[in-house]
T-cell receptor, first 110, second 114 residues
């Protein structure tokens, strides 16, 4: 099983739609979880950290399910500018290394 | 807003040559990282650096790679004898010390080995 696994997509959704991505991780001792966004040929940028209680930032909601070892990202009212690849990132234990998923590509269509 | 900068933005080199990729992390950050991303693939951790030494490295970071903080601002990645498969985008990142784990990435250096 891959350390961090994501559906590569692409997810093609119309403007205004709600879309959800899941990410599974294999190490039950993982401690920190993040969603990053990466535009084509650009650097990853932090979208949000994921907390045990779940967290929301505007149209974006992140959830963590430790029992099933997955995190999710929900985007409401999709905008054209949300088109990007969404990267799931996991840090395990007391280490500096983080593991990236392969990313899920989102294309928001007018 | 402070940002991580990297130079050069693009580098083309011949197989077997040495390359040095440069990064200027955000000034009050104390953890530094190098990642690579081969075209069409995922971002891969190479190495983390703290307190003037490597704190962790991946299996990719073999003897061909080295990192250095030659002064108070620069953080470099050296590849001693480049191979074709070293062609990738190399990202530098930095973060503050403490509980805030957000890593800020530089714009990357695209390395092409011919």
């Amino acid at each position: 099983r891959k350390e961090v696994e994501q559906d590569p997509g692409p997810f093609n959704v119309p403007e205004g739609a709600t879309v959800a991505f899941n990410c599974t991780y294999s190490n039950s001792a993982s401690q920190s979880f993040f969603w990053y966004r990466q535009d084509c040929r650009k650097e990853p940028k932090l979208l949000m950290s994921v907390y045990s209680s779940g967290n929301e930032d505007g149209r974006f909601t992140a959830q963590l399910n430790r029992a099933s070892q997955y995190i999710s990202l929900l985007i409401r009212d999709s905008k054209l500018s949300d088109s990007a690849t969404y990267l799931c990132v996991v840090r395990s234990g007391g280490y500096q290394k983080v593991t990236f998923g392969t990313g899920t590509k989102l294309q928001v269509i007018p | 807003e402070p940002e991580v900068t990297q130079t050069p933005s693009h580098q083309v080199t011949q197989m077997g040559q040495e390359v040095i990729l440069r990064c200027v992390p955000i000034s009050n950050h104390l953890y530094f990282y190098w990642y690579r991303q081969i075209l069409g693939q995922k971002v891969e951790f190479l190495v983390s650096f703290y307190n003037n030494e490597i704190s962790e490295k991946s299996e990719i970071f073999d003897d061909q790679f080295s990192v250095e903080r030659p002064d108070g601002s620069n953080f470099t990645l050296k590849i001693r004898s480049t191979k074709l498969e070293d062609s990738a985008m190399y990202f530098c990142a930095s973060r503050e010390i403490g509980l805030q784990e957000t890593q800020y990435f530089g714009p990357g250096t695209r390395l092409l080995v011919l």
